[in-house]
């Protein structure tokens, strides 16, 4: 009788060959869309000669451009889309109120700063 060691063995080794075909599709997606990205399949070196198989960059700007409208889609920045509550809200007093309304604002204000990164980290998230 197999033990709980190879059991666990056995069914991780065949859901990694079962992923196998997603993650050959995955690496050659992102050989031509995201290149610096592209290690599903291979590690990427440092001495590799990087993506010397592309004969245009029009994939590479595709790809900047859509994850820079998900960006926008998702955190206009001239829309407030997050904000400051509590569950009894409807509850605070106008000082608890004020207080949420303003660290709202302080919030926004330290998130968009330049030196933040936020802009770009959440891009990069996306």
């Known amino acids: 009788m197999a033990t709980d060691t190879e059991t666990l063995l ?3 080794n065949k859901l990694f060959e079962q992923v196998m075909p997603l993650r050959s599709f995955q690496q050659e997606l992102a050989e031509h869309f995201y290149v610096e990205r592209a290690d599903f399949t291979t590690s990427m070196n440092m001495g590799k000669d990087f993506a010397s198989h592309l004969t245009t960059s ?5 790809r900047r451009d859509l ?3 998900f960006s926008t889609m998702l955190r206009p920045q001239e829309k407030v889309w997050a904000v400051m509550t509590t569950r009894n809200y409807d509850d605070l007093d106008e000082d608890g109120k004020r207080w949420l309304e303003q660290g709202t604002h302080i919030l926004r204000n330290a998130m968009y700063d ?3 990164g936020f802009a770009r980290a ?3 998230a996306d």
């Not at 029009?58 to 595709?62: A, F, G």
């Open 10 to 12: 056995t069914q991780s």
């Open 58 to 62: 029009y994939p590479l700007t595709v």
């Open 67 to 69: 994850a820079n409208i």
């Open 114 to 116: 330049q030196d933040s």
């Open 122 to 124: 959440t891009s990069q």
